[in-house]
């Protein structure tokens, strides 16, 4: 059973420009989510997207978006780049695991992540 | 406060030592709790979840969940070497459906020397 794919793995990008993460959930997964993990922050949550509807967004500006399609594909975008948005952006898709399937626990599986620097 | 705080690191043992991680929350109405390793340039990987008072066996894991005490931990038999990565405390709040909205404490570094 594949992962959580994300893409890009690594991008760079100068402080204005914006960019756009990708995020392929585990097959059957219908929730994705989203984190920015930072040395000075750690692990914080983006938003949260299930068919299609953003059901959480956490304390970010407006510059952070996403979305998700039918396919429960997801993307993140961050426009007007600034220093401080260098981070390991992570996507998590969240389902019953096989072993725990009665446990209603809804546990995250991460991507590998896109780790991006802002020059 | 920090909504999930855990015990200030690094944390270093011997090898086939004990290694005790503990992880504090402010939100009473939590419901689910997770331990999370994440080894360096790597992402989290999950280890256990726990969301019943008590002790929770897995192998060499057991985690530990004290609601009263609003207190979850993590120990770790027989450690090993490869177990050297950073430990986050992740809590899920009660009620609603967001299951994709976890709080994770800053992560304790632990070490297993030889």
């Known amino acids: 059973k594949a992962g959580v794919t994300q893409t890009p793995r690594y991008l760079i990008k100068t402080r204005g420009q914006q960019v756009t993460l990708s995020c392929s959930p585990i097959?059957?997964?219908?929730?994705v989510s989203w984190y920015q993990q930072t040395p000075g922050q750690g692990l914080q949550f983006l938003f949260e997207?299930?068919?299609?509807?953003?059901?959480n967004k956490g304390n970010f500006p407006g510059r952070f978006s996403g979305r998700q399609f039918s396919n429960s594909r997801s993307e993140m975008n961050v426009s007007t780049l600034e220093l401080g948005d260098s981070a390991l952006y992570l996507c998590?898709?969240?389902?019953?695991?096989?072993?725990?399937?009665?446990?209603?626990?809804?546990?995250?599986?991460f991507g590998a992540g896109s780790r991006l620097t802002v020059l | 406060q920090k909504e999930v705080e855990q015990n200030s690191g690094p944390l270093s043992v011997p090898e086939g030592a004990i290694a005790s991680l503990n992880c504090t929350y402010s939100?009473?109405?939590?419901?689910?709790f997770f331990w999370y390793r994440q080894y360096s340039g790597k992402s989290p990987e999950l280890i256990m979840f726990?969301?019943?008072?008590g002790d929770k066996e897995d192998g060499r894991f057991t985690a530990q969940l004290n609601k009263a005490s609003q207190y979850v931990s993590l120990l770790i038999r027989d450690s090993q070497p490869s177990d050297s990565a950073t430990y986050l405390c992740?809590?899920?709040?009660?009620?609603?459906?967001?299951?994709?909205?976890?709080?994770f404490g800053q992560g304790t570094i632990l070490t297993v020397h030889p």
């Open positions: 726990i969301y019943s008072n």
């Open positions: 939100d009473r109405g939590s419901q689910s």
């Open positions: 992740a809590v899920r709040a009660g009620g609603g459906t967001s299951y994709g909205k976890l709080t």
């Open positions: 997207y299930f068919s299609e509807t953003q059901r």
């Open positions: 998590a898709s969240s389902g019953l695991t096989f072993r725990d399937r009665d446990a209603g626990a809804n546990v995250l599986t």
């Open positions: 097959s059957g997964h219908r929730s």
